[in-house]
């Protein structure tokens, strides 16, 4: 099975690397939130909460073995959780688990700090997700090269 290139891998893994950042900023802006509105955080929904970390968690495990499956797994997975950020936010969830954040940002009053972390983790999704991308057109043009030489 054909693997990543060195510097492809690097890509993905600095990528999946900051989509995960992202999404922890996202979540301390979460606790900030709680924290003003004097709303504590049920122990369950930090159990949930683990999810949104498995798609990027998996894409970076995947980089970091060089698997050629990584690019798309990459773009899945940031498009994924960048896409679902903001239905959560901006709309409702699609299962209602997550406490007070059932409720979207607008019926919340959310205030501009959080405001800018949605709009930052939802365009670093896509950033994330265009890294995928060129990665997956880098390796088919490696691929390729190694074909006709």
């Not at 922890?24 to 802006?29: G, K, L, Q, T």
């Not at 495990?61 to 994924?80: C, D, E, H, N, V």
């Not at 607008?106 to 930052?120: C, T, Y």
């Not at 265009?130 to 997956?136: E, H, I, R, S």
């Amino acid at each position: 099975m054909p693997s990543l290139c060195p510097e492809n891998r690097r890509l993905l893994v600095i990528a999946n690397l900051v989509m995960l950042l992202t999404i922890a900023i996202h979540d301390a802006d979460h606790v900030r939130q709680a924290r003003n509105w004097c709303y504590t955080i049920p122990l369950e929904l930090w159990f949930i909460n683990v999810a949104v970390y498995l798609p990027n968690t998996t894409a970076l495990l995947f980089a970091a073995r060089r698997s050629a499956i990584a690019p798309l797994m990459t773009s899945g997975a940031s498009l994924f959780i960048g896409f679902e950020f903001a239905k959560v936010h901006l709309w409702k969830p699609s299962i209602a688990v997550w406490g007070i954040w059932n409720k979207n940002f607008f019926e919340l009053g959310a205030d501009a700090i959080s405001w800018v972390v949605l709009v930052a983790t939802v365009m670093i999704g896509v950033g994330t997700a265009m890294v995928g991308a060129y990665v997956t057109g880098s390796e088919k043009g490696r691929r390729a090269e190694f074909l006709v030489v």
